[in-house]
């Protein structure tokens, strides 16, 4: 199968008076149509950096990102904005805007694209029956709990019907009953939505439960990618071999090591 998201040698660094800090070094990415492909690494690897250099919140200093035929990097402004109305993002922090309803939240980028008023209610409704929250529809964002938050920063990434949605530790503010249930959405998008989603997180759980493919980031490398099967089994990377030890430790038990439920 051909990738659907291709990164090829991409740089990022950050400079400020006194020194650059290279974060991102020569990646190299391939990614499917439909995986829902995890990006896992310690604090300060450059999870971060890499996920928003896709849709250029971040800007690259070398390399090319491609989605489909189109290559990201090589999109001026305009086409720029265009497509990033395709690219939905959802952050730890959840990002809504505490003074506006649930309703509002979810219909803020269609209104900013001048979707008529009837079909906005239409479409939002829609989005909230999809993560269970049509009770929640008037209520504000400060009566919610992490979950509910999250299920409407979900809500909004879907709205303009996104065919890449970017995943920046989205259940990582979590506590552990409603990160199951974000990720088992997160699923149900993938699946129902044929959603391509790029998940970083440092929870190997999160990615053992629901991505397919993970990749591991040790120091802005990329040390090693493969199924999420080879990586819990095998990791060859001393970031992947020290994930693995934790979640052992975490897990007290050796259940994966014959490969069940991966
Ligand atoms: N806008 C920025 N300006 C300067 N330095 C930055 C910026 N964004 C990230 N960095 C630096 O880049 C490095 C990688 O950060 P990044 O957030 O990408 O890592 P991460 O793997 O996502 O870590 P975490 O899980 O802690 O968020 C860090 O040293 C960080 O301080």
Request: proline letters at 3%; one cysteine or more.
């Amino acid at each position: 199968m051909s990738s659907y998201i291709k990164i090829e040698g991409l740089y990022k660094s950050f400079k400020n008076k006194k020194e650059e800090n290279q974060v991102l070094k020569g990646i190299d990415l391939d990614i499917e149509k439909g995986d829902i492909f995890g990006i896992v690494g310690f604090s300060g690897a450059g999870k971060s950096t890499l996920v928003r250099c896709i849709n250029r919140l971040e800007e690259p200093d070398r390399g090319k990102i491609f989605i489909g035929d189109t290559e990201i990097t090589a999109l001026n402004k305009k086409q720029l904005t265009e497509r990033r109305k395709k690219i939905g993002m959802i952050f730890q922090q959840f990002n809504l805007f505490d003074s506006m309803t649930v309703f509002k939240n979810i219909a803020y980028p269609l209104k900013l694209l001048g979707v008529p008023k009837k079909d906005i209610e239409i479409k939002v409704d829609k989005l909230l029956e999809l993560v269970g929250l049509t009770d929640k529809k008037n209520a504000y964002p400060g009566s919610l709990s992490g979950g509910q938050k999250q299920r409407v920063g979900i809500a909004r990434a879907l709205a303009n019907d996104p065919d890449v949605l970017l995943s920046d530790e989205a259940t990582s503010a979590l506590d552990p009953v409603s990160t199951l249930s974000i990720l088992d959405l997160l699923e149900h998008i993938n699946k129902e939505l044929g959603v391509t989603i790029i998940m970083i997180t440092h929870e190997l759980e999160a990615a053992k439960r629901i991505c397919n493919r993970v990749a591991v980031l040790e120091n802005g490398v990329m040390t090693e990618t493969g199924s999420t099967r080879e990586i819990f089994l095998d990791p060859k990377s001393s970031t992947g071999k020290i994930f693995l030890e934790v979640y052992k430790e975490f897990r007290h038990d050796d259940s994966f090591i014959g490969g069940e439920g991966i």
